[in-house]
């Protein structure tokens, strides 16, 4: 099956900081999501983005599906931005399912 | 976005006993609900795909006699864990989708088997 590896496994920023995660898959999929995970384990959609570039805010993602890899950018970084940031894709069967990175686990100190 | 709410969020239960997890999509139709399982500091993975009106797909490793699925309508899907034990003690979490569209997810639920 497909696999999903995130990048950097664990970061620590100072408040105010930019920070790039990344999000490496092994095949070729046909819908990326990225999540924020709260202390309460409450997933938050943050972008769905299977191809191209998307802005929120302080948030922005890109996705190169042609090079099998995606980006999301956190400018300014606040402390409510800490937890863990998942991707998640899915392949060309057409099941829908996701699969799951293996998170970036993200602390913003003040 | 959509809202999908699952209930129980935390539930304790006694060793063998069975433990219900219901998952319903507020404001769409899901085509398809999926039923993911957490344990403390890593990823989620996937136990089964379920489509309303049809037996669920189960990942490979997954017990489908300990984890009961059934996706009765369009907006309600549940998860039974019969003769819970405290391995089965995790994280539980569903999400539901509408064809390819974006995926949603629900608050989740604890299970804690004592």
């Known amino acids: 099956g497909i696999q999903v590896e995130q990048s950097p496994p664990d970061l620590i920023l100072q408040e105010g900081a930019n920070s790039t995660l990344r999000c490496n898959f092994s095949d070729s999929v046909n819908n990326l999501q990225w999540f924020h995970q709260n202390p309460w384990g409450q997933l938050i959609n943050l972008f769905y983005?299977?191809?191209g570039t998307k802005q929120n805010g302080r948030l922005s993602a890109t996705t190169v599906a042609t090079e099998r890899y995606s980006l999301l950018y956190i400018s300014s970084s606040q402390t409510t931005d800490s937890g863990v940031y998942f991707c998640a894709v899915s392949d060309v069967s057409g099941t829908y399912k996701y699969i799951f990175g293996t998170g970036t686990r993200l602390k913003v100190l003040a | 976005g959509a809202v999908v709410s699952q209930h129980p969020s935390w539930v304790i239960c006694k060793s063998g006993t069975s433990v219900k997890i219901e998952c319903r999509s507020l404001?769409?139709?899901?085509?398809?609900m999926f039923w993911y399982r957490q344990f403390p500091k890593q990823s989620l993975m996937l136990m089964a795909t379920s489509n309303e009106g049809s037996k669920a797909t189960y990942e490979q490793g997954v017990e489908k006699d300990k984890f009961l699925i059934n996706h009765a309508s369009l907006t309600l899907s549940t998860l039974t864990v019969t003769s819970a034990h405290p391995e089965d003690s995790s994280f539980y979490i569903c999400?539901?989708?509408?064809?390819?569209?974006?995926?949603?997810f629900g608050q989740g639920t604890r299970l804690t088997v004592v």
């Open positions: 983005i299977p191809s």
């Open positions: 404001d769409f139709q899901a085509t398809t």
């Open positions: 999400s539901a989708r509408q064809g390819a569209a974006e995926a949603f």
